[in-house]
């Protein structure tokens, strides 16, 4: 069985967020196969360089940051603005069937594509999710000292970047990584 997986990063909400700036990328691998078995194969062998035999895709998100503070009194050091540029990159399967693939292969992949592809949209939106999130809390943070606001920036990202590779990992562990959602071959 084969399947799909994220890589993402996590504070409540406590301000608007601020600008967030997004791209999205699809990358894909090349399969070539007339047996779901050759398909498969080649599915673990791309998984298992990736960092799990059992994931046919992968989405990553990449957040970076602006931060635009200053200090407005003694003991007073609000952030003024925080930008977010978010890049979500997934990796899926591409298939050329050959001649001699079967017509119920080929409806097998179909059903697996849109399968594999409904899984990592949940990835997706939990990237989307991360970022608003992330941006409010770095648009809340104030510190005393403005030497201080990368470090608490930093710790805020951190604990917003662990809650959500958390939910990414639980719902990889509910779906089997798509395999519930029908990312079967």
Not at 56 to 67: M, P
Not at 101 to 108: E, H, I, K, N, W
Request: with cysteine.
């Amino acid at each position: 069985m084969l399947s799909a997986c994220v890589t993402p990063a996590p504070v409540a909400p406590t301000a608007p967020p601020g600008p967030i700036s997004q791209h999205d990328r699809d990358e894909f691998y090349e399969l070539r196969g007339a047996t779901a078995d050759d398909l498969r194969a080649q599915i673990r062998k791309w998984g298992a360089a990736n960092g799990d035999a059992d994931m046919a895709a992968l989405t990553r998100a990449e957040f970076k940051s602006s931060l635009k503070f200053r200090q407005e009194a003694p003991d007073n050091c609000p952030m003024n603005e925080a930008g977010i540029d978010l890049e979500i990159i997934t990796s899926l399967p591409r298939w050329h069937p050959p001649s001699d693939a079967s017509d119920d292969l080929r409806r097998r992949w179909q059903d697996f594509d849109r399968a594999i592809r409904l899984h990592e949209h949940g990835h997706y939106e939990f990237a989307q999710q991360e970022a608003r999130e992330l941006s409010s809390a770095l648009q809340a943070l104030k510190v005393e000292h403005c030497e201080d606001m990368n470090a608490a920036a930093q710790k805020a990202n951190d604990r917003i970047a662990r809650k959500y590779q958390d939910l990414n990992d639980e719902y990889d562990r509910k779906t089997g990584h798509g395999r519930t959602q029908g990312a079967v071959l």
